[in-house]
């Protein structure tokens, strides 16, 4: 069942455990998240980069497959199609009609009141559909989809400046983690997490998930953190497996052996990141 984020983040707020936020690139990882999973009964939301997006034909393309999909493989658990860092109302309003159930818009890089600006507009639009909307305060860094980008950290000031001016659903404030890899132990502010967490009635999101300790994802989890987007070492366990096998197998040709050889390695770390989150239907 297709759903928004709004239920599924206000339960795991009150109950402190996590939804994972799993970004896919082709109809085989989508494919292998949902069945992982459903086979767990835990709620997904499946993240879409607007270079994925572009990558699969387009958001049209893309909401079609996940509905097949949750069709097709009888999916019962909620699944939430998300798009990730949306950097315009304009990009947020094609996924919304195209049929994705939840956004981000990330105007971070914009001044505070541009951010509410554009965040305003997308919220006024998505709500009118039941959609969600999650925004960024402060400014996640690292390296994503080959954007590379340096951090701010958030202000509890900022972040409820911006919920109480655009009424948003979730809310990632930049705090210490980055996408991609990290340099080192990665340095979050669980202080101000807290602090934000307990000032605003809506659930945060931690972008950046890969490579931050166990320890620190469950400090996390106890400070509001309700919704964790993992990419990057789902992209690490799925690419090492493939290039083993084709080192094993050189005469493979097969490309839906070649894909494949990959699932038994993504579904492993799906099941280590859900149980890690404590996620629960
Ligand atoms: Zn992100």
């Known amino acids: 069942m297709l759903v928004n984020s709004k239920d599924l983040l206000l339960k795991a ?18 494919k292998y998240i949902l069945q992982e999973c459903n086979s767990l009964n835990v709620p997904v939301i499946l993240g879409v980069s607007e270079g994925a997006a572009k990558y699969m034909g387009g958001f049209n393309t893309i909401a079609l497959m996940v509905k097949g999909l949750i069709t097709d493989l009888n999916i019962e658990i909620p699944v939430c199609l998300h ?7 304009e990009t947020c309003k094609s996924a919304i009609d195209a049929g994705f159930t939840s956004v981000m818009i990330d105007a971070s890089r914009q001044e505070l009141s541009e951010n ?3 965040t305003k507009e997308v919220v006024d639009y998505a709500h009118s559909k039941n959609v969600t909307v999650e925004a960024e305060v402060g400014h996640i860094g690292g390296t994503e989809d080959n954007i590379t980008n340096t951090s701010t950290n958030a202000t509890l000031e900022d972040c ?13 404030p930049a705090l210490g983690s980055v996408h991609g890899f990290y340099k080192g132990e990665a340095n979050l502010d669980f202080a101000t997490m807290q602090k934000i967490s307990d000032a605003l009635p809506i659930p945060l999101v931690l972008h950046g998930g890969t490579g931050i300790s166990d320890e620190k994802i469950a400090k996390a989890i106890s400070c509001g953190i309700s919704k964790i987007n993992i990419n990057t070492e789902l992209q690490s366990v799925w690419s090492k497996a493939v290039r083993s096998y084709l080192e094993e197998n050189k005469d493979a040709i097969d490309p839906r052996k070649i894909i494949g050889s990959g699932e038994e390695a993504l579904k492993a770390r799906v099941e280590e990141i859900v149980t890690l989150f404590k996620t629960k239907i």
Do not use: C, G, M, Q
């Open 160 to 172: 409820l400046s911006l919920y109480e001016n655009t009424h948003i659903d979730s809310l990632a």
């Open 13 to 30: 707020k009150a109950s402190k455990y996590a939804i994972p936020h799993l970004n896919i690139n082709n109809l085989e990882w989508a």
């Open 83 to 89: 798009v990730d860092h949306a950097s315009s109302f």
């Open 116 to 118: 509410i600006r554009i």
